[in-house]
Nanobody, 115 residues
Framework: QVQLVESGGGLVQTGGSLRLSCAAS????????MGWYRQAPGKQREWVAI???????TYADSVKGRFTISRDNAKSTVILQMNSLKPEDTAVYFC?????????WGQGTQVTVSS
């Protein structure tokens, strides 16, 4: 059974930083591309950052230069380091495979950036 558990969210002021973590119980984790996604109130879920099995990364334009995705295959963990946060980054953040699997969505972790 696949389980993805996100943590690390919280309330932060504009310009602050947060470090999100995703603990993944996915078979052959190291062979899977993983991603971070977010959903703001009233908006559709969108992808934020992707990391391939080999460690290559891709970022949405809105977070490029501010967010960094990384992975620890030994711990089956995906990390999202978020710096220079803006109010428009406020959302629930999720991790999932890339391409995401509908049945894999977890509860997510709330990130709120105050202005």
């Amino acid at each position: 059974q696949v389980q993805l558990v996100e943590s690390g969210g919280g309330l932060v002021q504009t310009g602050g930083s947060l470090r999100l973590s995703c603990a993944a119980s996915v078979s052959a984790f190291s062979r899977n591309a993983m991603g971070w996604y977010r959903q703001a109130p009233g908006k559709q879920r969108e992808w934020v950052a992707i990391i391939s099995s080999g460690g290559s990364t891709t970022y949405a334009d809105s977070v490029k230069g501010r967010f960094t995705i990384s992975r620890d295959n030994a711990k089956s963990t995906v990390i999202l380091q978020m710096n220079s946060l803006k109010p428009e980054d406020t959302a629930v953040y999720f991790c999932n495979k890339w391409v995401p699997i509908d049945n894999y969505w977890g509860q997510g972790t709330q990130v709120t950036v105050s202005s």
